[in-house]
Structures are given as C-alpha cells and as structure tokens.
C-alpha cells in the first residue's frame, strides 16, 4: 500500500460487490524476469550482493496500474510476495538462494481491497481482505475473506471463503487472519455501530463454500479497532478511546490479558503486522499530527489535510498482561514494516522524504540506524515491506524505472537482501 494510501485510510476511515469476486479466475501470466536493469554493482559491495543486484530477479504482477498493496513471508528459504495490483490477489514464490528466479504468479481473488497482515512464515497463507467499495451503496454490506494455498502435483489450490456482516456494521482497521488447533480458518474484523464503540469481533471462515457465511452473534473478543497482529503469540494492537484520551492496547488472546499506552497524538499508523523478538512482540508506530494550514515539513493527503509526523517507536509487548515497553526509533517517521530475526527488529521506515533503516537491539534498546540506498539504475522504490529468512532479512518492493528517454516506465516486484541497499 502506497504511503499516501495507508495515511489517508487511517486519517478518513471512521470495496466491489460479490459478483466481482465470481467467475472465472484470470490465468495468472508467466513470471517477467527482471525489467531492473542494473548494469553494474557498487564495488564495496559482498559478491552476493553484488550478483543479486548486477542480474536482480522480479515479476509483473496480475492486475493493472501500480501495486496497491505488498506482503512478504518467508518459510526456511522459500520467500512468499503477495501482491494487491488493480484489486486483484496474487502470490508468488522464489528461493532465497542467489539468483533464484520468481515462479509464476498465482491468483488468489480479484475483487480485493485492504489486505490483512500476513503471518510471518505463512507463504500459503492463511491471508484475509475486505472487498472494495463498501458502502457506496445503502444495500452493500461489508465482506470479509479469507483464503489459505496448498501446493498439490498439478500445481497450486486455492480455497476461499467469505462473511457477510450485518447491515449497519462498518469495517474498521486491519482483517486479520487465524487457524485454530484444529484447522478451523476464520477472521479477526473491527466493526463500528452507531452508538457503540468499535471491537473486534472473531469470524469463522468456511473455504471453498459457494455462498457467504453468516456472522452469527456479533460478540466483541477484542476492544477497540485492531491496527496491528503478532500471530506467532496471537496479540493484538488495536486503537482504543476513552473520552480524550486514546491508547494503543495490546491483547493477549481473545479475553485473555490487556495492556494500554496512551498515545501523544490521536493519530497513529500501525505497521499491522507485527512480529515476535526474543519472546515478545513488538509493534511498529508512527504518531502524526493534523492541520489545515501549510508551513514546516507537511504531507498532504486527500481533501487538503495536512499531516505532520511525529515519533517512531517500537511498541514491545512482553509477558501477558505486563505494561507495554516503547522504545523510540526516530525523531520522526512513518512506517512501513518491520521484521525480526536473532533477538532484533529491522525497521522500514519514511523520514523527510527518505526511505530509511533502524537496527534495533530489542532487549537493550539500542538503535543503529542506516540508510536506504539503491545503486544507481536500480529505480524508484515504493511500497516496501520486510520478511526475515533463515540467511538475513530480505525487501520486497515495487521497483519502476525507464529504460530509455521518452520510452514508458517500466514497473515490477523485485526481493533483494537487505544488506545490499542499506549503508
């Protein structure tokens, strides 16, 4: 999801009908081998990295226009991209070992909007989403969907599912995917009522049924409008008011343990996926402040609204029930996705224009930031996002670049090792 995209959702927030998500699938084109061309690595450079990005390894995605949205998991060394492009779900695969090309995408649904965070080794899924345009129309109810991939001899399966909810509940923040012991699929939705506080409420999501789902009793499990999910010790984050006042409260499973930290702001965006970190889990938050008039360093979004960023800080939930640890990464900054491997996080982030890095040593709190550089002829990043695999930390981005003068841009996911653009 694009920078200005995210902001506006949380800023104006409080998606297609069904028959857009029935029909024949679109067959998913072959994987499009690098349209990065860069012709020369930096010779600082390790030899990995200077082969990864002298011949970088990307796909086109299904879909038309940019891409809406990008989720990574990585399970040993097989390294998963899920891609929103012009509403339409795809996943795609590739090995983590050096030069290994992307296979071709699958399609998962067309018809989707507000993809949920995915967990962090989940390359089949399971993976959830709302349909678009909700809302446009008194009659339309939100749609809730869930889906989860198996790799069979023939190729690739895809089951999906889907619950309508009640007319008169709005869906608020994230969708947020589960599977209990037993194997069950089902959704983690925040709805608002008029005259009731948001919650989140727990769907069960029946894959490869023809017709929706009914929601049954709308039981609150977790206060307030979940922003964020750590899946590994299923704790939630979600944004809760009381009054003036508004905190971040974490959940220790459905009923289980809270614990709240008061925001500075009222405005926050949540990396919503959230990751687990020497046996805590850890959020990304970027507070933000609004206004009307222009002056000092500002972002517009939407209708004229004028967005100044505030801190960064990682938000770490320990044992249940214990009072939430931040630990503050930058001045300013806005998000974008964290992950975490050997007891510390790595956080992608936007500041002053920038794409940047933060190392940081969870237990201790300490921060190493670095910069985010691409060689040159590596083109434009945008939209990135982080997955931890078992050889380091690797971003998967949307990369567009022009090949010759006058000539079109040209756009496509790519995945390289994070130690090869940071400085």
Not at 67 to 92: I, K, M, N, P, Q
Not at 303 to 321: D, F, H, Q, S
Request: aromatic content about 4%; hydrophobic content about 45%; proline content about 7%.
């Amino acid at each position: 999801m694009s920078l200005r995209r995210a902001l506006a959702l949380v800023v104006f927030t409080a998606g297609c009908e069904r028959g857009c998500l029935e029909g024949p699938v679109p067959e998913a084109p072959r994987a499009v081998e690098a349209p990065v061309d860069v012709s020369a690595a930096p010779t600082a450079m390790s030899p990995r990295c200077a082969r990864e990005l002298a011949e970088p390894r990307a796909f086109v995605a299904p879909g038309s226009g940019g891409v809406d949205t990008l989720a990574a998991s990585c399970a040993g060394d097989t390294l998963a991209a899920f891609v929103v492009r012009g509403g339409t779900l795809s996943r795609t695969l590739r090995s983590t070992r050096e030069g290994a090309a992307f296979e071709a995408p699958v399609v998962v649904s067309t018809g989707v909007d507000r993809l949920g965070p995915v967990a962090v080794d989940a390359v089949d899924g399971p993976v959830a989403w709302r349909s678009p345009m909700v809302g446009d129309d008194e009659s339309e109810r939100d749609d809730v969907w869930a889906a989860v991939l198996s790799r069979r001899d023939g190729g690739v399966a895809v089951l999906r599912g889907d619950v309508l909810m009640p007319a008169g509940a709005a869906g608020l923040g994230v969708v947020a995917p589960w599977r209990d012991a037993q194997g069950a699929l089902g959704v983690y939705a925040s709805v608002g009522r008029v005259g009731a506080a948001p919650s989140t409420v727990r769907l069960r999501v029946v894959p490869g049924r023809d017709e929706p789902g009914a929601a049954g009793p709308m039981t609150a499990v977790i206060p307030g409008e979940l922003k964020a999910w750590e899946a590994s010790r299923r704790v939630a984050l979600a944004r809760v008011e009381e009054g003036a006042a508004v905190y971040l409260e974490a959940s220790w499973g459905e009923g289980g343990p809270r614990s709240r930290r008061a925001l500075g702001s009222r405005y926050a965006l949540v990396s919503q996926r959230g990751v687990s970190a020497g046996g805590r889990s850890v959020f990304l938050v970027g507070e933000f402040a609004l206004s009307d008039a222009d002056g000092g360093e500002c972002m517009r979004v939407g209708a004229g609204a004028c967005v100044r960023p505030g801190a960064m800080y990682l938000l770490v939930a320990g044992e249940a029930g214990s009072p939430l640890e931040r630990i503050d990464v930058a001045r300013e900054g806005v998000p974008d996705a964290i992950a975490a491997r050997d007891g510390a996080v790595t956080a992608l982030y936007v500041a002053r224009g920038e794409q940047r890095l933060a190392r940081v040593q969870v237990a201790s709190g300490a921060v190493t930031p670095r910069a985010l550089r691409a060689p040159e002829g590596f083109g434009a990043i945008d939209g990135p996002t982080l997955a931890a695999c078992d050889d380091g930390v690797w971003l998967l981005a949307e990369v567009t670049r022009v090949a010759d003068e006058g000539a079109a841009p040209r756009s496509g996911v790519t995945a390289v090792p994070v130690e090869c653009l940071a400085e």
